[in-house]
């Protein structure tokens, strides 16, 4: 089954990382998907990471969707608009926005006060991470508002109840994150009169490339990773909150969660979706349960 055949998304920062894992899912349920980032083949960005989103676009092609990959710099409003109009040309509506713009984990400065952080650091954090979103919300919603049941998904980190309870690493971060989950709700608004959608999704601990980079592992052996760190036993790949996306996409009640924030773990529990192990991750509920909590790690009705 193609659920979401005939529908047009954008994955705004599909590069690597949750973005990918999105952008496969959604083509998988049979989605055209324009998927951006600054990183192709032939220029990387200041990131220096070998993916591109040409081999994004590849992989939503393998799952039976259809991948357009498109070089953009979403802090740059003209090349956000360039990139609208070019799928309006081309498709003529637009029904699935993904905000997954960030590309921030370089300069991040976990655990250091805002007196000892980099300000240009935080600075350019906040840019990428708040600015970028807005600028292609600006360009694409009157696009995608053209037909009812439009969906935009902001993709952060934390729900909104986990982040108000807790301090986020460092005040930037924390800002930048728990901004996006504002800007979903202020979206909520915006949009319900033209019968559309905004919510806020957070994967849990992920097993992005550059997590796995972090831990000398790869997909294969993730679990050797739990020796450094034991709570990683959590963790989830990318494409679980793919699924999560796929399946709010598909949902023709969606509307009902307009405003809202949800973790991956949360939103398989209601579409009854799994990772690619087969498993259900619920990593929000045990990092406040068994990691914040002090308690040994074990994944043990989690996942």
Partial sequence: MKPLAGKVALVAGATRGAGRGIATELGAAGATVYVTGRTTRTQ???YNRPETIEE?????????????AVQVDHLDPAQVQALVARIEQEQGRLDILVNDIWGAEHIAEWNTP????????????LRLAIDTHIITSHFALPLLIRNKNGLVVEITD???????QNYRLSLFYDLAKTSVIRMAKSLSHELSPHACTAVAVTPGWMRSEIMLDHFGVTEANWRDATEKEPHFVISETPRFVGRAVAALAADPEVSRW??????????AQVYG?????????????YIA?????????????YR
């Fill in 44 to 46: 990387r960005s200041e």
């Fill in 56 to 68: 994004t676009a590849e992989l939503v092609n393998e799952v039976g969707g259809r991948g357009i």
């Fill in 114 to 125: 805002v007196w000892e952080h980099s300000l240009d650091g935080g600075l350019r954090m």
């Fill in 158 to 164: 934390g729900t909104a109840e986990y982040n108000d």
């Fill in 258 to 267: 307009n405003g809202q924030s949800f973790s991956s773990g949360k939103l």
């Fill in 273 to 285: 979706f799994c990772d690619l192990d087969g498993s259900r991750p619920d990593a929000f509920r």
């Fill in 289 to 301: 349960e068994v990691q914040n909590a002090g308690k040994p790690a074990n994944a043990a009705g």
